[in-house]
């Protein structure tokens, strides 16, 4: 049972290594472009095998207490991010989007959408008094209400409604020319093999 208990434990750890070498990559080349070659993809590798092995050693003598801070931390950035995405997608620009221009920093969505970055800060900063954080923090609202963490329900609609108070001054109907016209040229590409 060991064995087979190890092949598993190991599969998943190579997975979760090389998504962490991606993910790294990806920020990476938010600010300066990189090749992902077979070298840089096992630097990167190498440096998040690093860091998670610190993690971890830094998190045995009270291992089950840490991680669950750690998840709740993780926990804790997805929120304002879930707020946003939502509400450009479902409310903003109702699924409409040039997809090609998403990979282009100088298309018409840039390369940061301020409205959202300010819209994820403000939201996770005004949940920050609402954390109950494990053994890690609690926020003085939270330790006001014995330890109730009410975060989601502070950051969540901040972060959303400030987002959709930001986007008010989106030229909506300038997006959809161009994902209509990317669309066809979409189509006529999808055409054009069709006939090879």
């Not at 092949?7 to 090389?18: D, E, F, K, R």
């Not at 090749?35 to 291992?63: E, M, Q, W």
């Not at 300010?118 to 005004?126: C, R």
Request: net charge neutral; aromatic share 12%; hydrophobic share 55%.
């Amino acid at each position: 049972m060991l064995l087979f208990a190890a092949l598993g434990l190991i599969s998943v750890t190579a997975l979760n290594m090389y998504g962490g070498s991606l993910t790294l990559i990806s920020a990476i080349d938010s600010f300066a472009k990189v090749r992902p070659t077979t070298s840089v993809r096992a630097l990167t590798i190498g440096i998040t095998a690093a860091l998670s092995l610190v993690g971890a050693l830094l998190a045995t003598d009270n291992f089950l207490s840490n991680f669950n801070n750690f998840l709740l931390l993780v926990l804790y950035l997805f929120i304002p991010w879930t707020a946003v995405n939502l509400v450009d997608y479902y409310i903003v620009r109702r699924g409409h989007y040039a997809i090609a221009e998403i990979f282009n920093p100088r298309g018409i969505y840039g390369r940061w959408g301020w409205r959202g970055i300010v819209s994820y800060l403000v939201g996770f900063v005004v949940m920050i008094p609402f954390f109950a954080v494990g053994t890690l923090f609690t926020g003085f609202i939270a330790d006001a209400l014995g330890g109730a963490d009410i975060s989601l329900f502070i950051g969540l609609p901040v972060a959303g409604i400030l987002y959709f108070v930001l986007s008010r001054s989106i030229d909506l109907d300038a997006e959809r020319r161009v994902a209509a016209a990317e669309q066809a040229d979409l189509e006529s590409a999808a055409a054009q093999h069709r006939l090879v």
